[in-house]
C-alpha cells in the first residue's frame, strides 16, 4: 500500500491561498459553458489515465489503471471472476456504460464470446466504449450501443428498449444508479431480462463517509436547493434503498430487506462488499471537481461558484472529516485524496 499522511486544518490555514487559486482556476474552466460540458470535463479529472499503465508493460500489471481514483480498479478486481466465468456467447447489458473503461479491465483474461450492449446518454462515450471493446484480446463483440440515460431505459414505451428483448446473462451498473428517479423499476425491469443464474452487478458510493455525495447534498440543502429530511437520511438513498446500514451486513440481511422492498423473491443476493476506495488529484481544484459531479445538473453557473467555495471551506474547515492525506509514495506520489468508499452488491436470478 502506498505511504501517505494526513493533513490537518493547521497545516491549511498556513497555506489558504492554495485552495483559493485552485477554486479560481476551476470556476474559470467552466466559465460559460453549458453544465453538461462542465460535468464532462469534471469527470475526465477522476478519469486520469496511469501513464505506466499504458507505455510500460513492466508495470502495467501492478500499476493503477487510473490517477483520479481508484474505484474502478476495485470493481474491476471484484468483477472480474464473476464475467470470465460467463459462459461462451454470454449477453452483458452494461447500464451507464461510460467510455467502457472498468468492464474492459475486468474482461480481460476472457477467451471464449461475449456479447456487450452498452447504454449511456453521452454518444462520444459510446464510440470509445465500442473501440476499446474491439482492442481486447478475446471474442468480445459489441452488438449495438443504447444512447440513452437509465429513466429512458425504464420507461414502458422507450426507443432505448425497444427490441431489448435479449435474455441477459449479466447487467452491470457501475455508479450509475444516481440517475434513476425509481431504484423499484431498476431492479424490476433487471430481474425481468435476467436468465436464471444470471447476476446483476451494482456498484455505487455511499455518503458515509465520502465527499463527494455528502458535500454536494450538504450544500444544496443550505442554500435550498433540496429538502431537508428524507435525503438528508445516514448513509444517503442508495444505501437506504438496499438496506445498508452502519455495520457491514450479511447477504441476508440485504437479501431480506430487498425481497421485501419489491415484493419479490426470485433472486438471491450473492455478495455485499464495502470497499475503502479514495478521489485522488493533484491539486484541491481536482477534489473540489469532483465533488461538483454529485449534483451539478441541479446548479445554475452562480451556484456553481458558490459551491466551489462552500467545498474549498469544508476541506480547510474539517479535512479529517474526509481523511485528506498526501501520498508518499508510489504513482500517486504528491497527489492529494479524500476518502470516497463505495459498495459492491451483486444479486443472482433464480
Known amino acids: 500500500m502506498d505511504e501517505s499522511v494526513q493533513i490537518s486544518a493547521a497545516q491549511l490555514r498556513e497555506h489558504a491561498e492554495y485552495f483559493g487559486t485552485y477554486r479560481h482556476l476551476v470556476t474559470l474552466e467552466m466559465a460559460g459553458r453549458p453544465l453538461d460540458e462542465a460535468y464532462e470535463l469534471f469527470f475526465s479529472r477522476l478519469l486520469k489515465p496511469n501513464p505506466s499503465k499504458l507505455f510500460h508493460a513492466a508495470a502495467a500489471a501492478t500499476e493503477p489503471l487510473l490517477l483520479g481514483t ?3 480498479d476495485s470493481l ?35 477467451e471464449d464470446a461475449l456479447t456487450l450492449i452498452p447504454l449511456d446518454p ?25 444512447n440513452a440515460g437509465i429513466d429512458e431505459m425504464l420507461q414502458a414505451h422507450s426507443p432505448a428498449t425497444a427490441g431489448l428483448d435479449e435474455r441477459l446473462d449479466a447487467v452491470l451498473s457501475y455508479h450509475s444508479l444516481y440517475f434513476a428517479q425509481d431504484l423499484h423499476a431498476f431492479l424490476h425491469f433487471t430481474l425481468e431480462r435476467l436468465l436464471t443464474g444470471g447476476s446483476l452487478i451494482v456498484a455505487f458510493a455511499e455518503d458515509r463517509g465520502g465527499f463527494v455525495g455528502s458535500t454536494a447534498r450538504d450544500f444544496l440543502e443550505e442554500v435550498g436547493l433540496k429538502p431537508d429530511g428524507d435525503e438528508r437520511a445516514e448513509g444517503g438513498p442508495l444505501a437506504r434503498f438496499f438496506g445498508l ?10 437479501e431480506g430487506h430487498l425481497r421485501q422492498t419489491l415484493a419479490r423473491d426470485d433472486f438471491q443476493v450473492v455478495e455485499v462488499e464495502r470497499q475503502a476506495t479514495r478521489v485522488y488529484g493533484h491539486d484541491p481544484g481536482d477534489l473540489v471537481a469532483a465533488a461538483l459531479l454529485g449534483d451539478v445538473e441541479h446548479l445554475g453557473h452562480s451556484r456553481v461558484a458558490e459551491m466551489l467555495g462552500y467545498l474549498s471551506r469544508r476541506l480547510k474547515e ?23 468508499p463505495q459498495t459492491l452488491i451483486v444479486l443472482e436470478k433464480r
Do not use: H, K, W
Not at 464473476?82 to 467502457?100: C, E, K, Q, Y
Not at 462515450?125 to 471474442?139: E, F, H, I, T, V
Not at 508510489?330 to 479524500?338: A, D, F, K, Q, W
Open 70 to 72: 481508484d474505484q474502478r
Open 76 to 110: 474491476a478486481r471484484s468483477s472480474a471472476p464473476r464475467l470470465l466465468a460467463l459462459r461462451p456467447g454470454a449477453v452483458v447489458l452494461d447500464i451507464g456504460a461510460g467510455d467502457g473503461l472498468t468492464t474492459a479491465l475486468a474482461l480481460m483474461d476472457r
Open 318 to 340: 474539517a479535512p479529517e472529516s474526509f481523511d485528506l492525506r498526501l501520498t508518499l509514495t508510489g504513482p500517486r506520489t504528491n497527489m492529494l485524496s479524500v476518502a470516497q
Open 122 to 146: 453521452l454518444d462520444a462515450y459510446l464510440d470509445q466504449y465500442a473501440n476499446r471493446m474491439r482492442a481486447l484480446p478475446g471474442q468480445i463483440s459489441v452488438s449495438r450501443c443504447i
Open 245 to 254: 446500514g452502519d455495520e457491514p451486513p450479511s447477504t441476508a440481511e440485504v
